[in-house]
């Protein structure tokens, strides 16, 4: 009898043992919703998170921060109150994520800041509007009127990011909108491809980082391709940018490195089969005079490799700029431009000087005007 006492007793306590959470883990939870600022504080045992239609309030920022290999959609959009928070408004730290948001929208209330001085002054707009960090593969989904800058990715190991609009037009209206930048990136291992974006400044600019490809986006109304501003310290190395097409907009492309930066460098872009219009001002822009187009180039960064290869990258622009403009102060290393075709505004500037030594590998295509070439104290 003791005996039968004793093993119901052992048992009941396996059992116990068995069905008890254990002290050093904590069971994930299937599905999280995301529907207020609160249910957005703690996510990091979520697999699965739905977030749904709902206003983040004046003040309030939000952060989605989830466990490895989650799964994120969007089943509604997500507006915010005019706030006076710096920005980010919404940041996904993220650790290789799948995210899709089924065509629903961050909405910005743009018009709500815009007044045509930007980040420059006037009303404080927060920016960036969203900011990506950590990594995951992100698609479908659409930044409606950013306060300013759109897309900031900052990630820290490789991510996509395809099927994304940035619908900033409304910016248009009266030139209000300003620095309503497409996709900042200050990252390595980044695949942007297959975006739209519509805004009044950069469709992309690259501030740092390696191992970048942009392809097959379309951009309007802004200013174009940038690689770029490159500030002291910092770095741009081996990126792509092909397939794309610019129209509408200011600039076609650009290298721009800040006039006083030092060990900088920009370094193996290669451009391929691209379409660029400019209305303004440059088709192709290479500055180290930045925030000049034109100017005293510094001689404390270089920019070196630049190549147009494969499908013909073509260039226009209807301004009265040079179609092309080069303003070297170190520029080194080969440079085959054979697969570019530039067109329009006025004869091709380039200078190149103090240190500066170019050799161009491939001759540039002979549709582009090389009529007022200017190279002072550089080799070329």
């Known amino acids: 009898m003791q005996s039968l006492v004793a093993f119901v007793t052992l048992a009941a306590l396996f059992s116990s043992a068995v069905t008890s959470p254990t002290k050093t883990g904590t069971a994930k939870r299937a599905t ?14 979520c697999t699965v998170v739905e977030i749904v ?19 994120i959609t969007m089943t509604g959009s997500v507006e915010f109150a005019h706030t006076t928070a710096a920005g980010p408004l919404w940041t996904f730290d993220t650790s290789n994520v799948q995210f899709n948001g089924n065509g629903f929208s961050f909405k910005g209330n743009g ?43 900052g990630t820290t190991a490789a991510s996509t990011f ?24 200050s990252a390595s291992d980044v695949t942007i491809s297959g975006n739209t974006v519509f805004n009044q400044d950069d469709c992309l600019a690259i501030n740092s980082g390696t191992n970048i490809l942009f392809e097959n986006n379309m951009c309007s109304g802004g200013h174009g391709i940038s690689i770029g501003s490159i500030a002291t310290g910092k770095s741009v190395t081996d990126v792509t940018i092909s397939g794309n097409t610019v129209v509408e ?23 391929i089969g691209n379409s660029i219009s400019a209305n303004d001002k440059y088709g192709y822009l290479i500055s180290q005079s930045y925030s000049e187009d034109f100017g005293t180039p510094g001689t404390g960064s270089l920019v070196e490799d630049i190549t ?27 440079w085959d431009w054979g697969s570019l075709d530039a067109t329009g ?16 590998f491939s001759s ?17």
């Open 32 to 45: 999280c919703t995301v529907n207020s600022v609160a249910s957005a504080a703690d996510l990091s045992d």
């Open 308 to 334: 147009f290869s494969g499908a013909t990258t073509t260039v226009t622009t209807t301004g009265s700029f040079p179609v092309v403009g080069v303003d070297c102060g170190n520029c080194q290393g080969t």
């Open 249 to 271: 907009s200011m600039y076609g492309m650009r290298i721009k490195v800040d006039s006083d930066a030092t060990d900088a460098t920009v370094s193996g872009i290669t451009y």
């Open 162 to 185: 395809t099927d994304i609009l940035v619908d900033n037009l409304d910016g248009t209206t009266d030139g209000l909108g300003a620095n309503t930048d497409g996709f900042d990136v």
């Open 111 to 153: 018009p709500l800041y815009w007044d045509g001085l930007g980040t420059d002054g006037g009303v404080p707009k927060p920016h960036p509007f969203v900011k990506f960090e950590g990594s995951g593969t992100f698609t479908n989904f659409i930044i409606k009127d950013s306060p300013a800058q759109a897309i900031s990715i």
């Open 53 to 71: 239609a709902w206003e983040v309030p004046a003040g309030d920022t939000v952060t989605i921060k989830v466990c490895f290999l989650a799964t």
């Open 364 to 380: 540039i295509n002979y549709y582009l005007p090389l009529k007022f070439w200017q190279i002072s104290g550089g080799t070329f």
């Open 345 to 360: 505004g006025e004869a091709a500037d380039i200078i190149l000087t103090g240190g500066a030594k170019v050799c161009f």
